[in-house]
């Protein structure tokens, strides 16, 4: 499955929307503009809560933890020590998921147990930052929450 992700240019907190391959608003995130931990919260497109990302500030490395609203499932995603490209680690209570290729360049892919479940990768010319994402398998809206994590640790400085 096709989903188009949009993050909103002129914005003083973090907002995403998600979209499929014929333009219908599948989900949606909206960050706290007064919150210690830059919590951000994401909506399916009838206004119910699925995911809290919560950042921790006080770390060397950072990091972001994503709470699924449905299963009570805590998603960690944590960015690893590397010199020359930013290396993740993403762990949840069942699985483990490997990122393979660029995050800089937003041309990767997210393994689970060394199978492709997701590939992501940024499009050039358009206003604002826009990922086109192919999601295989039964927990699509998990990687959504995911990459949305991967993003704000990747491109965001004010969780710093």
Do not use: C
Not at 33 to 59: R, W
Not at 68 to 73: K, L, Q
């Amino acid at each position: 499955m096709k989903i188009y992700m949009k993050q909103k240019v002129f914005s003083l907190v973090d907002k995403y929307k998600l979209y499929d391959e014929n333009q219908n608003l599948l989900f949606y995130t909206e960050g706290t503009l007064f919150s210690l931990s830059g919590m951000m919260k994401m909506y399916d497109k009838n206004k119910k809560l699925i995911f809290t990302f919560k950042h921790k500030i006080v770390t060397i490395l950072p990091r972001v933890y994503v709470i699924d609203h449905r299963t009570n499932e805590e998603v960690i995603i944590k960015k690893n020590f590397t010199f020359f490209y930013p290396r993740l680690q993403i762990k949840t209570r069942s699985n483990s998921y490997v990122i393979d290729g660029s995050l800089l360049q937003y041309k990767f892919n997210v393994l689970k147990d060394n199978v492709k479940v997701a590939s992501v990768k940024k499009q050039i010319l358009s206003w604002g930052d826009t990922y086109e994402l192919d999601i295989k398998g039964e927990y699509s809206d998990l990687i959504l929450a995911i990459l949305i994590g991967i993003d704000t640790i990747i491109h965001n400085d004010r969780y710093k």
